[in-house]
Each structure stands twice: as C-alpha cells, then as structure tokens.
C-alpha cells in the first residue's frame, strides 16, 4: 500500500507538504502542488477512508463528574487534569460523546440531588465520578440513579460498586520505608488538614512502615498541613518560626504540599536534603522542577482515566457482571529531595 512517506521521498518533499497537498491547504507552491499531484497519479495513491464519528444521537453520552466538598484538594492540584485526559483518550476510543459536570456539595443535599437527576435524566448511559472529596455516604444519590457508573479515585468500603485507583497505602509504605533504607530514622508525615479517604490511607502506609521498621515517628511525628501549595507554605514557616523541632525527614500527602514546604524550608536556610529530606506523591510535572527536585510516588493518572472508561465500557456491555476494584499500582521516582545518610 502506498503511503504519504513514499509519496514524500519521490517527490523529494517533506510528508507534512505531501499532507498540505492532499488536504488542500494553503502555503504550497503551485508547481511543488503539481510535482506532489504527479506522483500521487504515478503511484496510484488512494486516501484511506476516514473514519466517521457517529452522528450525536447515535452516540452513548457518557458523563464525568468532578464532586467537590470543599474543593481544596481537587482544585489546587493538576492531578486531576491528567486523569481526564486520560478519560478523554479513551473516549474517543469508544466514541463515547464524554460530557463533564461538577457537583459541588456546598449548595446543599437538595441542589445536589436535583443536578443529579438532571444529568441521568438526559440521556447519560453511564457516569465516571471523580470520587476523591466525597464520603461514602455521599454516595448515595448516585447510586440511586440506577445509570451505571464507575467511581474514581476512591477506596471504597462498603460501596458494592466498580472503583479505579491508586495504591494509596502501597505507596505512602513505599515511600516511608525508603527514607529508612536511606539512613533517616526520624521521619515526620506532613498530613494534610483537610480529611479525605486517600489522605487517611496515606497515613495508614506510613504508620504501617514507621511501626514495622521500630521507627521514632508515629505518633509525635505528624504534622498537620494546609492541603494548598500556599497554605502548606504558611504552615511550614510558623512550624520553624516557632523553633518546632524536624525531623531528619518528611512524607508530605501529596506533591502540593511538599512543594509548599519546600519554598518555606528553603527560605529558612534549611537545606534539603542535607539538613531534612523531603518526599512527595503523585508526581506532578512541577516536582521536577523544584529546588531541589522532589523525590516522589508517581500516580500513573493518565492511565487511570483510561481504565474508568474501560470498566464503563465492560459494564455497559455486560451489566450484570459482577464489579471490580482496580488499583493501578504507584512506583517511586527518586530525585534531589533525599540522599543517603
């Protein structure tokens, strides 16, 4: 089958102008348009056909919904923009016509309730909800619509429903257990003030690894943090301003707030990380390009978008499977933040 690349070496042109020929756009010399045209005809060039989206009516309306409680977690961190890409990716794949809502608790139990039945009352085959500030109970509206969904970012406990996440405690033991394998004895969990399930399950790995490793850190170890980049900031200068004792290292919850601590310890004339190591999680694109750049656990989020949609697509074609629980598992990037000691 001839290709645009073929076309391209004989005619001595780039493909991106075999392209621009091809699609009719301007920018093209009429007589590289003609020698490109030549080619086309001597090589019996037949554009593939394109691949039509089905008309709207013809498509399933799949809906992903951003539940906000207080919206300082979801907010104040790109995390979420890369889940729904990977949402988006997926999609298309499935020519889903993807929609996005936000629900936000705070205009009450029946302005939810009645946002709710709008959207499974419009046609909506299926919901992804992105679960990461809501209680289980919060849920129940949901669930009542009776549109098949797939929750997101949450462990859940006694919510029999399709779920896709992260291995939240997995990670923060990973992380914990590394700053021991380092030489740090002394290791401080930076915990964030605003509660929500993956925070408490970050505690959760990190209490694990300080009490199996016999480590002095829990329970005097636990600092509570502003969740905002800028809150974590604050918090972290009135910790030093106070002559609050650190310990030789930190797990912060989330890259957020480790970044906000970092900018205060930095301005302190602490050094990091000779003076007090520092960890994040979720690998957001600015750890690595703070000073120094954060060591962190890194979320595969993109493919945690992908793999809602796929579990909707599973259920929307067999729906009386039973449901799954996916965690998609959570690595370490080791950066400039720590060293061995």
Known sequence: MVQIKDIAAKAGVSPATVSLVLNNKP??????????MRVVQDLGYTRPKARRTPPAEQQQNVQFIIYKKHGMVVADTPFFAYVLEGVQIQARKYGFNLLISYIDERAGAEAVRQQIQRITQSGCKGMLLLATEIEEEGLKPFLESGVPMVVVDIRLQNCYRDTVTMTTVQGSYL???????????????????????????????YEQAIRELSLSGYPDGTFKIGSTAEKAYMD?????AGGTKLPQAF???NDVIA????RALNEAGEKVPQDVAIVGFDDIPMSALSTPPLTTVRVEKIYIGRAAVDRLAARL??????CMKLEVRTTLVVRGSTQTV
């Open 236 to 240: 972290m200068k009135e910790l030093l």
């Open 27 to 36: 920018g093209i010399s009429e007589e590289t348009r003609n020698a490109v």
């Open 175 to 205: 992380a914990t257990h590394y700053l021991a394998e380092c030489g740090y004895r002394k290791i401080g969990h930076l915990q964030s003030r605003v509660v929500i399930q993956n925070f408490v399950d970050r505690h959760t790995g």
């Open 317 to 322: 074609e067999e729906p009386d499977a039973p």
């Open 251 to 253: 797990f912060a919850d």
């Open 259 to 262: 970044l906000g601590a970092l």
